[in-house]
């Protein structure tokens, strides 16, 4: 059965950083593609980044290209998201995805 689980949200000042995780189960986040996206509140699903299965190669728009850096743990079977430069306009709840399925989303808030 595939789960995905994300953690790591909060509340951070902008400037502030945050990493995320996601662990997988029910199948090998290496040998899959996987991504991050967000949903802003009242706002629709962005993409986030992504990360290719077996090489690695990562993906990100430029709203978050140097910022966000998008990485797995193969040993841990574990995606994560470390964000840097927080914005306020990155406030949403994040979700990663792979495999067809999604997470239930962790909470990023970005506020003095």
């Known amino acids: 059965q595939v789960r995905l689980v994300e953690s790591g949200g909060g509340l951070v000042q902008p400037g502030g950083s945050l990493r995320l995780s996601c662990a997988a189960s029910?199948?090998?986040?290496?040998?899959?593609?996987m991504s991050w996206v967000r949903q802003a509140p009242g706002k629709g699903l962005e993409w986030v980044s992504d990360i290719e299965s077996g090489g690695g190669g990562t993906h990100y728009p430029d709203s978050v290209k140097g910022r966000f850096t998008i990485s797995r743990d193969n040993a841990k079977n574990t995606l994560y998201l470390q964000m840097n430069s927080l914005k306020p306009e990155d406030a949403a709840v994040y979700y990663c995805g792979g495999v067809e399925s999604w997470g239930q989303g962790t909470l990023v808030t970005v506020s003095s």
């Open positions: 029910g199948f090998t986040v290496s040998s899959n593609g």
